[in-house]
């Protein structure tokens, strides 16, 4: 069976930062930025060149799998926090995204509330809100 692989892969925002995935942009998409991710595992790459972390060339699978976990990491801590709170607008002020807002924080707030704002759409397609 053939098995796909890359030497040297640009991934672009799939930077494997310690801040995790963002996917603040109105037009990103929850459910094609993890298919991304999972793709590139597939590729498996010898090297992922990012825009933000740079070169990576060291446990490149494992890395990806985690950046992705974060994605469900989030949505476990959103579903903490609606057994609380009923009202999605709570879960802004829970800064489950950023643990702090850097200058300008307005526009972090808006980058917060439209991440969150996937992650409620996500979970509403998975059954798991209303």
Same mark, same amino acid.
């Given at each position: 069976? +053939? *098995?796909?692989?890359? =030497?040297?892969?640009?991934?672009? %925002?799939?930077?494997?930062?310690?801040? $995790?995935?963002?996917?603040? =942009?109105?037009?990103? %998409?929850? *459910? *094609? +930025?993890?298919?991304?991710? #999972? @793709?590139?595992?597939?590729? #498996?790459?010898?090297?992922?060149?990012?825009? /933000?972390?740079?070169?990576?060339? %060291? /446990?490149?699978?494992?890395?990806?799998? @985690? &950046?992705? *976990?974060?994605? %469900?990491? @989030?949505?476990?801590?959103?579903?903490?926090?609606?057994?609380?709170?009923?009202?999605?607008?709570?879960?802004? $002020?829970?800064?489950?995204?950023? =643990? @702090?807002?850097?200058?300008?924080?307005?526009? &972090?707030? +808006? +980058?917060?509330?439209?991440?969150?704002?996937? /992650?409620?759409? /996500?979970?509403?397609?998975? $059954?798991?809100?209303?």
């Amino acid at each position: 069976m +053939f *098995e796909p692989q890359a =030497n040297i892969l640009f991934s672009g %925002d799939i930077d494997l930062s310690p801040f $995790g995935p963002w996917y603040g =942009n109105v037009c990103s %998409d929850l *459910e *094609e +930025f993890v298919a991304s991710i #999972n @793709r590139i595992i597939d590729l #498996n790459p010898k090297v992922l060149v990012t825009s /933000h972390a740079g070169i990576i060339s %060291d /446990h490149i699978p494992e890395r990806l799998k @985690r &950046y992705s *976990e974060m994605i %469900d990491l @989030r949505d476990e801590q959103i579903l903490k926090h609606l057994q609380d709170s009923k009202e999605a607008a709570d879960l802004l $002020g829970k800064k489950i995204i950023f =643990n @702090r807002y850097p200058e300008p924080q307005k526009a &972090y707030r +808006f +980058f917060e509330q439209t991440m969150l704002e996937k /992650h409620l759409q /996500h979970l509403a397609k998975q $059954g798991k809100i209303i």
